[in-house]
């Protein structure tokens, strides 16, 4: 079914699929005027509106885009208390034609329906996911920043919605789309601690989902490292910390060699989806790809014979992020200055050139919106 959706003024429409029956009501206080969106700060300006989509007996109903506004929830919700949350990052770009593009949303969207199955949650349809991403987009497009490195962080997420102070597992659930512009998220390199005693995921534990508790866990650990004059940590696997896993929330890759190394994915890892696309674009360019264990060990004799040429992290916030040191014990090995023909910038323009429209998408990795179907009636 095609509707004609009302937008913005009474001249302005969209031509939109709408199977879902979504109701849309519309911000009559938008503030999109309030902000410059080429430099909005990271996460804190949310748009206009927000994608919603409640889960009860079983069935996904009561579709809306609605103002976005703060959620009514009991003290006694379940969530709060036993931390069935899971949630995505994704972003949508301004294509140099006007369009919009949103990077990879059936990756996501399965990775998010994985998340929801070791939490306990109820999955979400890839109907629900895309149309309610397409329809929130169609009506928050203004928002879709254009300058370079700017794009709209989008965050779809699901929580628990049901109100009892008891250890079980939800049955009504909650699932969100809000989003906020934003501009590049990490300038300078990185400085990383190994760290070998706290842990972010077991084997068997909840590492490959992107559930809230896995964040929580990690603050500590992580502001501790900062006290210490780091930036993050480098995280390694919780049994014998002999091997490096990710960092903060990106994955790790080096160039040793000229190959690029990344660990391969194991359930402690979460199985990034920028990382994917920079080892099939590296492919690409016939680079060697190594996705393998790699030991705190191995990796500083590489650093001790010059072989590590670069370190970077890689995540939908960042993309691409620069690591400066690497410290393992208090052994602290430097990285050479990076010039703008590193590997990681040269895969992160072609990322860009390939959600923007620059390149060509061989890979049918963009989803695209057309602006263009508005229409003047
Ligand atoms: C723990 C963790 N690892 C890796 C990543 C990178 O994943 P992606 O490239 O899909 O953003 C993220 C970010 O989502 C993360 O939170």
Known sequence: MYIALQYHSITNFFIMR?????KIQKNLSSKLHEFNLDTAEFGKTPTDHMFVAEYHQKNWSNFRVEPFQPLQISPFNLSLHYGQTVFEGMKAYRMQDGNISVFRVKKHWERFNKSLKRMAMAEIPFE???EGLHTYLMIDEAWVPSAEDSSLYLRPFMIAYEDRVRVKVAEHFLFMIVGSPAKQYYSKPLNLYVETHYSRAASG???TAKCGGNYGGAFYPTA??????FDQVLWTDASTHQFVE???TMN???VIDGKLVTPALTDSILDGVTRDSIITLAKDMGITIEERKISVEELEKFFQENKVQEAFGAGTAAIVAPIGSITIHDRKYQLPP???NALMF?????LNNIRTGKSEDKYGWNDVIQIGNRVNP
């Open 224 to 229: 501790l490292a900062i006290q210490n004059g």
């Open 18 to 22: 709408n199977t879902l029956n979504i």
């Open 252 to 254: 790790v890759m080096f």
């Open 338 to 340: 990076y010039s703008e």
């Open 246 to 248: 990710e960092s903060g």
């Open 205 to 207: 534990g909840t590492g």
């Open 128 to 130: 629900v996911f895309q």
């Open 346 to 350: 040269l895969i992160k323009e072609q």
